[in-house]
């Protein structure tokens, strides 16, 4: 065995050990570390189920009740109610849908509106009419404080029509 075989060894040997010890750096000490990531515990448990809202089954109803209005014109006296507005055509087509529900007496309606329930920006409620139920999603604009999503207005029509 060469001289130079066993100081190689013996080197190896010291790097292992060193690394057994605990040892994780051998550069200068201008190198800093990263700070260690420590875990925190907070004493409040998080909610299994989004919390209800401020909002009331009224102010929901209020959208619902002016979408529903007869003798209304969609694109001018309901498209604050809708996310985005109604257009020309959907306008068209909704009016149609409520004037021939009236006509043919399914409207009026009497229908439920279950408790709100935040979704961040957003608030849902369960619409109930006619044996049937649809979630409806809302979002904050329209003179009532909010509007029903395009989605759920689109869906309303079939449930109230």
């Known amino acids: 065995?060469?001289?130079k075989t066993l100081v190689t060894g013996v080197a190896a040997i010291g790097v292992v050990g060193a690394a057994a010890a605990g040892v994780t750096s051998l550069v200068s000490p201008a190198v800093s570390a990263a700070p260690?990531?420590?875990?925190?515990?907070?004493?409040?448990p998080m909610p299994l189920q989004p919390m209800p809202c401020n909002v009331t089954p009224d102010q929901l109803r209020s959208v619902i009740d002016g979408l529903l209005a007869p003798g209304v014109p969609a694109r001018t006296g309901k498209s604050d109610l809708v996310e985005g507005g109604v257009g020309?055509?959907?306008?068209?087509?909704?009016d149609r849908a409520i004037k021939k529900a009236y006509a043919n007496g399914s409207l009026p309606v009497a229908y439920d509106v279950s408790a709100p329930v935040?979704?961040?920006?957003?608030?849902?409620?369960?619409?109930?009419?006619?044996?049937?139920?649809?979630?409806?999603?809302?979002?904050?604009?329209?003179?009532?404080?909010?509007s029903l999503s395009r989605a759920s207005a689109t869906q309303a029509l079939s449930l109230f029509g």
């Open 118 to 146: 935040c979704n961040g920006p957003t608030v849902s409620a369960t619409l109930s009419a006619k044996g049937q139920t649809m979630n409806a999603a809302f979002v904050p604009g329209g003179r009532f404080g909010w």
């Open 36 to 44: 260690a990531v420590q875990s925190v515990v907070w004493d409040t």
């Open 88 to 94: 020309f055509s959907d306008g068209a087509l909704a």
């Open 1 to 3: 065995m060469t001289l």
